[in-house]
C-alpha cells in the first residue's frame, strides 16, 4: 500500500513540473495602428433657415352625402381608392325619381298644351275687340287666361328641373382626383336626409398643405422676404428625414392668434407618390436665404458621449484626440458647425467605434486635400 502511494504522487509531481515548463497562453493585443478613413472639415454656403413644426392638411376634402332618400343600390369605387374627375362613386336606386320626372314632364306637357289653346283663343278673339263683337272685359279675361296657363308652364319647368335633379342625386361622381376614405353606410342600407346622409369623405393629396404657427415676432421678417418673392419651405416627413418635399407659403392668416400670439401660415407642396397624407405631423423649414462660410462635416463622423457630441481630430502624428462640437444643423448627408474642430482639420469618418484618446492610425482615404472653402 506505501509503494503505490509513492507512485501516485510521483506521477503527480512529474505532472506539476511539466505543467510549470509549459508556455502561458499568448494573450491577443490591441493592434498598434487603426485603419480609418478621414475626411476634412471645410466650409460651405448653406440655406439660413428655420424650423417649425406643421401638420399636413388637404387642399380639398368633402364629405359623400346622399341628397335624397333610398336605397343605396351600388358603391362602384372600392374603399382607399384613388378616384378620377366624373368618376362615379355611389348609386342609389332612382326608380321613384324616375317616375316623379316623368310625372312631371306629363304635367308640363298638359300645361303647355292648355297655354298653346289660350294662346289661340285671345290672338283669335284680338280683331273682334275693335269691331264691338265683343266686350273688352271679355278680351282682358282672354288674355288673363293666356298669362295664367303661361305661368303655370313656367312653374311645371321647374318642376320637371327639380325631378331631374333629384333624379342626378342618385348618381354621386367624384368632382376632383381624390381619395376614398372608409365608407359609412353599405349596399342596401336606406340613405338620405334624416338618416345616414354622410356616406365617405373624398381628400384631395397632390398637391398638399402643410400649416405651421410661428411667433407673430418671426411676421416681420417674413414679411420682408415675401416683398422679394415666394417664400421657399422645405416638409420633412416627421420621423423620416429621409422623405422630404418643396414647396412655398401660399397662406398667412389675417390675424394673431391672442391666446399663443402665433401667426398660421400656410405653405402648399407637390405630393405625386401620396407618402404625405392629410393630419400628418411634419417639420416645416422656412429658407430665409443664405448662409456663407459655415464649417461641415460628414454626419457618420460624430459621436455621442453622454449628452455631447464629438468628432474624432486626428493629430499631426497620427493619432486621433476627441473634439466637442456644436452642430448647428443638418444639411443633406452634412452636419453645419457652430463649434468644434477648425477649417482643414481632418477627422475621421469611418472606424470611429474603434478608437480611444491617442489611438494611432493609418489613414486608408485616398484623397484628403481640403477643397477650396467657399467665399
Partial sequence: MMRRTRI????????????????????PTRPSEITVTTAVVVSQTIPKSVRYPGLTASVRSIPIDARVEGFLLKQEVADGSMTTPGQVIYRIDPRQYEASLAQEVGT???A???????????ERNAPLVSAN???????????????????QVLAQQA????????????????????????????EGAVVGPGMDRTLNTLVQLDPMWAQFSPSATDWPAFAALMEKGPLAAQITYGGD?????AGHVIFTNNTVSTSTSTLMMRVEFENPKSIFRPGTYVDVEIILGDDPNVLVIPQESVFAREADLFVWKVMPDQTVQSVKIDPMRKVGTLIALRSGPALGDRIVVDGI?????????IDSTTAVTPPTPTK
Fill in 353 to 361: 467605434q474603434k478608437l480611444h484618446a491617442g489611438s494611432k492610425i
Fill in 159 to 186: 318642376d320637371v328641373l327639380l325631378a331631374q335633379l333629384n333624379l342626378s342625386y342618385c348618381t354621386m361622381a367624384s368632382p376632383f382626383p381624390a381619395l376614398m376614405g372608409a365608407s359609412q353606410a353599405f
Fill in 112 to 122: 303647355i298644351a292648355e297655354r298653346n289653346y289660350a294662346k289661340k283663343e285671345m
Fill in 108 to 110: 308640363l306637357a298638359q
Fill in 8 to 27: 501516485v504522487t510521483t506521477i503527480a509531481l512529474a505532472s506539476l513540473a511539466l505543467s510549470a515548463c509549459a508556455k502561458p497562453p499568448t494573450l
Fill in 241 to 245: 428625414l429621409a422623405i422630404k418635399a
Fill in 133 to 151: 263683337a265683343i266686350s273688352q272685359q271679355s278680351f282682358d279675361q282672354l288674355v288673363a287666361n293666356y298669362e295664367s296657363d303661361e305661368a
